[in-house]
């Protein structure tokens, strides 16, 4: 079983996850634990580089079938999801194979962010750098919220499609606002270096804890998208329109609904667009 947030009750995309879950099955590390497929992703890796053989030698050890992406085909849904995972010399990127057992495998909150962070301190100091951490974000961002998607994407047809499509593009519009996000939940205090206890520890925290299943890392862009981008989509359109957008402002609840969706901050440059508009 999962460590967080299960895709159990009613929520805004649970249809849509339920299409990406089906796609992220296929991939054979649902039932396994994210501690083993990090062991074997590193064990036959060479400095955090595989080759295709070394990565497909990796999948059989732990009883994935390689037959879908032994014979490559650059237009087959499957190779071209693992191509994401390749750098820019054709290796395959353990870092980020194992980001993807965290996300997709099996196991306490406690352990799957222990590999996590041993995964980027890559020097073995106990702590990671600003820039490894905002890369293990990214990783985990782009993971959950374009490749996986994208994926599930390619294995649908008709209706379900078209509804991924919109998911799609609500996730990509979050992404950057996301990772900005999470750094500061997990590093409020901006350290150069971010320690192994206060890494760790950051994961009692019920959002930041998303990171360690893609679907629930999902799940807060999409409250995060609703918080921030659709609003600010509501107050570009009514900007478009002067006369609509003046008397909505003088509607207390409208102002609220601003401050409430953590958009105050950039009302002082909205109310002086509005005003260079009269």
Known sequence: MGCHLGRDGDYAGKEEEEI???????LGFTNLESKELDRTFHRFSTDFKMTDNQFFTSLEDINVDTKPIRTYDAASPICKFYDEFKDEENFFHAQRLTCLGILLGNGAV???ALVLFENYDMDTSKSISQQEFLCLLKDLVNISLVWLPKYAMELCQGDEKMKLQQYIEK???????LVVYLSQRVNEIDDEELSKPLFLVSFKDEE???????HSLRKLALEKYNDLIAPATLVRAYMRDEHKFNERMKDPLFRDMLEDKLISENMGELEKEAERKK
């Open 20 to 26: 990406i879950k089906r796609a992220e099955d296929t």
């Open 110 to 112: 406690a352990d799957k």
């Open 171 to 177: 996730l990509a519009n979050i992404k950057d606002t």
């Open 208 to 214: 930041v804890k998303s990171l360690l299943q893609s």
